[in-house]
């Protein structure tokens, strides 16, 4: 068997892709030992081959984030080149592996299929990146318009050209809906990609609103999808008046691989001028630095007309600045109850769903609210079982009225 491997970078947060071919056809002069020893795939060297050799076959592996790369090959791996002054087993090797003029077409072959996967790779893991700047096509990005809405978002680059309008920030790449001679109500829905994420995580954007001096030309919501759910209620949402400067907001967001997420971004115009905008949309691959994030919340089962309490850990100090609430799928929400100290790097809160009926059934989560940003659970299934009436053996037997 002959492998030939190659490795390409692409622009996923610095990943490495690795192609290995593994062709399997004439006689090669290696030894049994030594065909074992060649890559079938190139897993990291902990993990087993994934498939035993075929005829032909592609693996593709991808792996890290901004400054990891894969561990190399160790060189008792790899073929040792053919030694100049030993033209004897040169010759040997041509006549029982491949043939020089097979091995110059399989070159080029390995070269075809190596510039042509390393494009479709490429923009693969553009695309389920999750991160944004607006420089180029936002669906390049993954990025997807509502259509079930009224109105689009626009894209605007003004980082070369200055827009005329003085309301719009120059030397910014962005999307924006515009309200003006916009009726009350209408909304815009811009949707990321599925997000699936193995660890803690942070995603940041910036918004902008702008408008007369004191007006508010709409309000910016901001939902998580969950596996698909419906978008339930919004987790952030800013309706304050016009400020002409950008915000950075924290999402810090609890949902885990083998769960995905989406993000959505609503723009809803008030019927006054001005415009509702984000940019620099971010994932970074560590903590919010000002948000808390919650460790995964349970489940909870009740009977009916009793109260329910989900538990929810922050993973974080405490700070009076910080408003924590349970809010249901469905639209029923509860307030904090109580909180309690479990170290001094986390906290737990408490919350009572009271009196419940089915209709309270469904799914629910913890969220946070700091100075800057928002800090979203996973979701933990509230479920009620009907109401048990107990009968007394004497209210059976007494005589009827």
Known sequence: MVCKVFSLAVNERGSRVQLCVALSGRRSSTTPEQQSELPHTLYRRTHPPARPPGNLH???TRSGRAGETLPREPETDR??????????????????????TDSARMDKLFACLFTAIGVLVSARAQVFKGDCDFEKPF?????????DDDLNWEQIDTSEKS????????GSAFMMVNSTGRFAGQKALLFTPQ???????????????????????GHLNVYIKENNSPMGLPVWN??????????QVELAISTYWPNFYQIVFEAVTSGQRGFLAIKDVVLQGHQCMNTPHFLH??????????????????????RDSFNLWLQGIGGREAPMKATKPWNNQRFIGMF???????????????IVHSNIGVGVSNYGELTIKPHILSVSVFQLLAPQA
């Open 139 to 147: 669906s390049s990005c993954g990025y997807t318009q509502g259509r």
């Open 163 to 170: 827009s005329q309008d003085p309301w719009v920030p120059p």
């Open 79 to 100: 073929q040792p080149p053919p030694e100049k002054d030993a033209p004897a087993q040169s010759s040997a090797r041509g006549q029982s592996g491949l043939h020089g």
């Open 352 to 366: 009572d769903v009271v009196n419940t009926t089915k209709q309270d059934s469904g799914r629910y989560r913890c």
């Open 238 to 247: 800013t309706s304050g008046p016009a400020g002409r400067s950008w915000n």
């Open 195 to 217: 997000l699936k994420e193995n660890d803690t995580h942070c995603v940041i954007f910036q918004y902008y609103v702008a408008g007369r001096e004191g007006g508010r030309p």
């Open 297 to 318: 919340i349970k489940g909870v089962e009740v009977n009916a007309r009793q109260t329910a309490t989900f538990l929810c850990t922050v993973n974080g100090e405490w």
């Open 58 to 60: 592609l693996t593709l």
